[in-house]
């Protein structure tokens, strides 16, 4: 990549891992997603605020809607996870926050609960780290994540992602309490050097 140059990511994107298939949204996805999610609502309403909303099919489109125009107006990337043998919907992660100037890209996550505990994941995280890295060229992918969702960090820590600080009250946790938000990031030379 030349000075001054943007990186682009493509649309429809596809990565192929060894168990899953990272595929950008489509209008066909909502169905699977609903049922996802509907199964998943326990353990999600903890950490994600749309696990808190009342949904319906409905809403599900027009989220997934929403998701296909901010990843052609090249503003927010989530990529939906699907199993390679059954082409169940396992959970979804994505660059949901980038800045493509620097460029640096920030990778987030979900799995539906019949699907945790496979290390599904990390795999996800490494797969979109390498891509972030070989093909979007990125000089920085981070993590961000409660310090109270232990679960959500040690996937960071798996994938060898350096804790770069614990930024103390840094905002409010979805019942209001002042959170803790650990930082978390890699950089293309310890891609490279295999620090992972
Ligand atoms: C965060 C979340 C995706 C993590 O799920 P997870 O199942 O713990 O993560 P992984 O899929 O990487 O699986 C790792 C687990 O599988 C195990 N595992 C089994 N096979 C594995 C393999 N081949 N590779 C790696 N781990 C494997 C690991 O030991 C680990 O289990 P442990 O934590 O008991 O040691 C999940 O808890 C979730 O969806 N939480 C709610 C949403 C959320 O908080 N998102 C993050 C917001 S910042």
Not at 57 to 66: F, S
Request: hydrophobic letters at 35%; glycine letters at 6%.
């Amino acid at each position: 990549m030349g000075e001054n140059e943007t990186v682009t990511v493509p649309f429809p994107l596809e990565i192929v891992t060894d168990r899953l298939i990272l595929r950008s949204p489509e209008l066909s996805h909502a169905e699977p997603m609903y049922e996802a999610k509907q199964e998943s609502i326990p353990e999600l309403r903890q950490w994600m605020p749309w696990a808190r909303e009342e949904t319906d099919i409905e809403k599900g489109k027009e989220n997934i809607r929403k998701a296909i125009d901010e990843f052609k107006a090249q503003t927010a990337f989530w990529i939906l996870l699907f199993d390679r043998k059954t082409g169940q919907l396992v959970g979804s992660s994505g660059y949901p926050r980038v800045n493509l100037s620097v460029p640096k890209v920030e990778i987030g996550y979900w799995l539906r609960t019949s699907r945790t505990g496979e290390g599904l994941c990390t795999e996800a995280v490494i797969a979109q780290t390498q891509y972030a890295f070989e093909t979007l060229h990125v000089q920085r992918v981070e993590i961000r994540c409660d310090d109270n969702n232990e679960r959500s960090w040690r996937v960071a820590q798996r994938t060898g992602f350096t804790l770069e600080g614990i930024l103390r009250r840094d905002c409010l946790d979805l019942d209001g309490r002042p959170r803790n938000t650990r930082v978390y990031s890699m950089l293309p030379e310890e891609w490279e050097s295999g620090s992972r």
